[in-house]
């Protein structure tokens, strides 16, 4: 199956093959996360004239664009759809506190990639 959008949210290199052949010719792909290296956006992906979106958050303010303002009302935005209910608790596991042996219990899921959802340690 081939999907017209693709949004790649954890590892660009990693999936970066994969998406190629799941996305849909003309399809779109959405990205957030910095390469460690250069990437070779050729073929196979190029094939299919995709639409590739490389989401940078703070580049308005890098770069000082003349939309620079647009960046306080996305942010008010999400927050006020937040305080809405509007997304969904992805949290799947909240520890009572932040401690050594919770950050090493949850560190070592992390890297085993056996942790699913959102991990959140909070509180002294």
């Not at 608790?89 to 899921?109: K, M, Q, Y």
Request: aromatic share 10%.
């Amino acid at each position: 199956s081939e999907f017209p959008y693709i949004a790649n949210l954890y590892n660009t290199e990693l999936y970066w093959e994969t998406t190629a052949d799941l996305l849909a010719p003309y399809g779109s792909l959405g990205l957030i996360v910095e390469t460690s290296k250069p990437m070779d956006i050729g073929n196979p992906l190029r094939l299919k004239s995709p639409r590739i979106v490389w989401e940078y958050m703070p580049a308005r303010a890098r770069f000082r664009t003349a939309d620079m303002h647009r960046q306080g009302e996305i942010l008010a935005d999400i927050a006020a759809r937040c305080d809405a209910g509007q997304f969904p608790n992805i949290i799947t596991r909240a520890f009572d506190r932040i401690s050594v042996a919770n950050l090493r219990e949850a560190h070592a899921a992390m890297e085993t990639g056996t942790a699913h959802g959102k991990w959140v340690l909070s509180g002294w």
